[in-house]
């Protein structure tokens, strides 16, 4: 995230306080309330994107490069320059073959990076196996370069991140589907860090339909260079941040208490209320598209430092499922599922410098 992003950090008020039983709150020790934003604007005026967005799912924006993800048989990622949106090509095609994957890939379950000029997405399949896409070769001619493709334990595995030199972030459900397991894998076993074991004791209660394993849901992103891991939890009113190789670990609380596992089950998983519906990080921190749960509440996009400290609020006056922020060309683009709309909102006014 941009440091430009009228850096008035110093006047964020924030509160912190601690939870203690982590069976009952899927939350670390240290909570940060984010009560105030040093800005918050209502965006109102939103420019419809005139590119096809027919069975598009989610949004990405890498390098001032606007990625579709989309169930096409042409291939599930298209790739647009911004901001003059030229098409740059298409890949990943469905299939068993090399270099094909059996479901499109929601962006939460990508990771990007750049490897000798090369930009590279990693991404898991249902398959058990790890990719490493090279993206300029596959924009030339369409097809799907692989740097690699790991076979990896499948079992219940929700969530895999490749961290380099042979290591691997994973979360899966435990065998009763009541709990989670957050670990890192490599070749000579499986480790679990301190703040990864906190948040694997959430619980949530037996049920009938066997479904409130979806309260516990979250999106993840893992910022490499710093290597830490943020997991905004789709059901609940927080988000935590922990550091992979260290004991750094806090919780945002977005409302004024952290919700407690019990509570928003006490409904069943028909009752469950999502809260947060995107995650993406940047470079000097990340941000979520987060509503209060109830129906037809407006969304905002709301940013974070790696301190944890709130940066901004933009309140959005239509619907949007994903979002993300060309920091290049300051813009904000949101796109909503149910109606296939694509919408680009000028922020320059917020953000004062480029990437």
């Excluded at 001032?64 to 599930?76: E, H, K, P, T, V």
């Excluded at 990340?286 to 905002?300: A, H, R, T, Y």
Aim: hydrophobic share 40%; aromatic share 10%.
């Amino acid at each position: 995230m941009k440091k430009a992003v009228l850096a008035l950090l110093s006047i964020a008020i924030i509160s912190g306080c601690r939870q203690n039983d982590p069976a009952s709150f899927m939350a670390f020790r240290d909570v940060i309330q984010a009560k105030e934003f040093p800005v918050k604007v209502t965006l109102k005026n939103a420019e419809k994107v005139p590119i096809s967005t027919i069975g598009a799912k989610d949004i990405r924006i890498q390098d001032s490069l606007l990625f579709i993800a989309a169930n096409r048989d042409s291939g599930f990622i298209s790739i647009f320059s911004l901001p003059s949106l030229e098409r740059k090509g298409s890949f990943i095609k469905k299939g068993n073959g090399p270099g094909e994957l059996l479901f499109f890939p929601f962006f939460s379950n990508v990771s990007f990076c750049n490897e000798g000029g090369n930009m590279i997405i990693s991404l898991f399949d249902a398959r058990g196996k790890s990719f490493n896409f090279y993206v300029n070769e596959s924009m030339k001619d369409g097809t799907s370069c692989i740097s690699s493709g790991i076979q990896l334990p499948s079992a219940q595995i929700m969530t895999c991140y490749d961290l380099g030199n042979g290591r691997f972030f994973c979360r899966s459900l435990s065998g009763n589907m009541d709990a989670q397991r957050r670990y890192i894998h490599e070749e000579t076993g499986d480790i679990e860090t301190q703040a990864m074991g906190r948040l694997n004791k959430a619980v949530v209660p037996k049920s009938s339909d066997g479904l409130l394993f979806n309260a516990l849901s979250s999106f993840t992103q893992i910022n490499h260079e710093k290597m830490i891991a943020v997991e905004a939890s789709t059901m609940m009113n927080t988000i935590n941040v922990y550091k992979i190789d260290s004991l750094f670990a806090k919780t945002i609380c977005i409302g004024k208490k952290v919700d407690k596992i019990k509570d928003i089950c006490k409904d069943g998983a028909a009752g469950l209320k999502q809260k947060n519906f995107d995650l993406k990080t940047y470079e000097n921190g990340f941000g979520v598209l987060n509503s209060d749960g109830e129906s037809n509440s407006p969304k905002s996009v709301l940013l974070f430092d790696w301190e944890c400290r709130p940066v901004a609020k933009f309140e959005l006056t239509n619907a949007a499922s994903a979002f993300d922020i060309d920091w290049i060309n300051h813009a904000l683009y949101t796109y909503d599922m149910a109606s296939e709309t694509l919408l680009k909102y000028d922020i320059s006014d917020y953000i004062t410098t480029k990437q």
